[in-house]
């Protein structure tokens, strides 16, 4: 009997699932929203814009990696430098192919409601409405954009 090749098991590759905590009728329901939002067909002058962000460590090389060469791939010291963090704010529109990167040096309300209203520069005037699909966190809501007149 055969066991498994050598590099066929890949510990560091994980799939992620979004498992909803049991009996959560809120979170159900909001799924249950979201999945409708992506089920409507393209229209721009009612686009659905999806908006996440994300926190990245910047790293820098301390020696440069040794050239490739015929038959080896590129060999890169494990060692680095730590530059800091970037905060990442991304848009998109799926159904369109558009999408848009925005990088801040922090996570504030006041970077997020100007990405919303860059947003919003984007599609005005031809789009009627927008559908902005997000996440809850904190920073996310309509009172932030208030905020930060």
Excluded at 29 to 40: G, S
């Amino acid at each position: 009997m055969a066991g498994p090749k050598k590099n066929d098991i890949k510990p560091w590759i994980v799939k992620t699932w979004c498992v909803p905590p049991k009996a959560d009728a809120e979170f159900v329901w909001r799924m249950e929203d979201v999945l409708q939002t992506y089920r409507l067909p393209y229209d721009p002058r009612y686009p659905v814009v999806c908006f996440d962000e994300a926190c990245k460590q910047l790293f820098g090389e301390v020696r440069p990696a040794q050239r490739t060469r015929r038959g080896r791939a590129a060999r890169r010291d494990y060692e680095y430098e730590r530059k800091g963090v970037c905060h990442q704010l991304m848009l998109c529109e799926p159904l369109r192919g558009w999408r848009h990167v925005k990088v801040t040096e922090r996570r504030t309300r006041r970077d997020y409601a100007a990405c919303v209203r860059e947003l919003v520069d984007v599609y005005s005037p031809q789009a009627k409405r927008m559908r902005l699909v997000q996440d809850n966190l904190h920073t996310h809501d309509g009172a932030r954009l208030y905020e930060v007149e």
